[in-house]
């Protein structure tokens, strides 16, 4: 059964950073490809990036390019989401996602089998 559990989630003042982490457990990792989400009060659940566990091909929304870099510790089994110069509209819940699909789009939520519980993100003054 996989299971992936974030944290590193907190309150921090816009311009600040935080690093999130996703450890992932139960699963052949090297052939998942692994995203982050984030979901905000009223909203729909967002992409936030994405990274094939094996090759380390990279995307990322918009709205954090520049700011947030994903990256993984193969050797660990975790996913880190770092997240510099962070804004008021970046607060919601931040959560970690795997896919196994051969049809996988990074941004894509429904292409993502398995979920963590997720991580509040709040960034104000």
């Known amino acids: 059964q996989v299971q992936l559990v974030e944290s590193g989630g907190g309150l921090v003042q816009p311009g600040g950073s935080l690093r999130l982490s996703c450890a992932a457990s139960?699963?052949?990792?090297?052939?998942?490809?692994m995203g982050w989400f984030r979901q905000a009060p009223g909203k729909e659940r967002e992409f936030v990036a994405a990274?094939?566990?094996?090759?380390?091909?990279?995307n990322y929304a918009d709205s954090v390019k520049g700011r947030f870099t994903i990256s993984s510790d193969n050797a660990k089994n975790t996913m880190y989401l770092q997240m510099n110069s962070l804004k008021p509209e970046d607060t919601a819940v931040y959560s970690c996602?795997?896919?196994?699909?051969?049809?996988?789009?990074?941004?894509?939520?429904?292409?993502?089998?398995?979920w963590g519980q997720g991580t509040q993100v709040t960034v104000s003054s």
């Open positions: 990274i094939s566990w094996s090759g380390g091909n990279t």
């Open positions: 996602a795997a896919s196994t699909a051969t049809y996988w789009r990074a941004y894509d939520k429904s292409t993502y089998h398995y």
């Open positions: 139960g699963g052949t990792f090297s052939r998942y490809r």
